[in-house]
């Protein structure tokens, strides 16, 4: 399976902190994605890394992705309350009609 | 600017009772269109896709199917349903390598 497999399962941080996750998968991609999930809710999209990029920021995010380790971590700085979610990454293999691969995600909570 | 509905939010059905679960598009055309189910405390599972009305992949097979019988509409369907097809339901279209999700269905099997 193509399947990203976040880490850590869970995370606890106190606002203000910065709060890194990792993804690992197996073979070769095309883009990794991140999604976040507000709980009860659908996805939304953070930021798409292409297998050609290294690392890539939006306001308080950070995606860096490394094709030797077959692996990418995203950074929240300064974190807050409003960032207690749960993060996924998606893996794009590039097989045929374009379909994405979800890892169990990683629940992070945020204390005021 | 796109959007996307799911109904029903929330859903409790007898086990061997019908499903349907519709899904909408709006401010797109001929989107690449998904339904995933996301069982408690575990990752998004793909069931079907389709790329065009009528077109129609399944992922993994089991007693759900799903059509597709306008441009922007996804329905997702069963005539009996099961315990294990308890879980919440996500429609999604696809943009640029992107996928949009809807709020989800929340899909109780007793």
């Given amino acids: 399976s193509q399947q990203g497999e976040e880490d850590p399962q869970a995370l606890s941080i106190q606002e203000g902190e910065n709060a890194t996750m990792n993804c690992s998968y197996k073979t070769s991609i095309n883009n990794l994605q991140w999604y976040r999930q507000n709980s009860g809710r659908g996805l939304v999209h953070l930021i798409l890394i292409r297998s050609n990029e290294r690392e890539k920021h939006s306001g308080r995010l950070r995606v860096t992705l490394d094709t030797s380790k077959k692996s990418s971590s ?29 890892g169990k995600g990683t629940k992070l909570s945020v204390i005021p | 600017s796109q959007t996307i509905h799911q109904w029903p939010a929330t859903l409790v059905q007898p086990v061997g009772s019908p499903l349907s679960l519709e899904c909408t598009v709006e401010g797109t055309s001929n989107p690449n269109l998904y339904w995933y189910r996301q069982a408690a405390g575990r990752g998004l599972q793909l069931l079907f896709y389709s790329v065009g009305i009528g077109q129609i992949s399944s992922e993994v097979p089991q007693n759900l199917s799903a059509s597709r019988p306008q441009d922007r509409q996804f329905i997702l369907s069963s005539k009996k349903l099961l315990l294990s097809d308890s879980g919440f339901y996500l429609c999604a279209w696809a943009r640029t390598g992107e996928l949009f999700f809807g709020e989800g269905s929340r899909l109780t099997v007793l």
């Fill in chain 1, 74 to 102: 995203l950074l929240i700085t300064a974190s807050r309350a409003a960032d207690t979610a749960s993060y996924f990454c998606a893996v794009h293999s590039g097989a045929g009609s374009y379909q994405l691969t979800f």
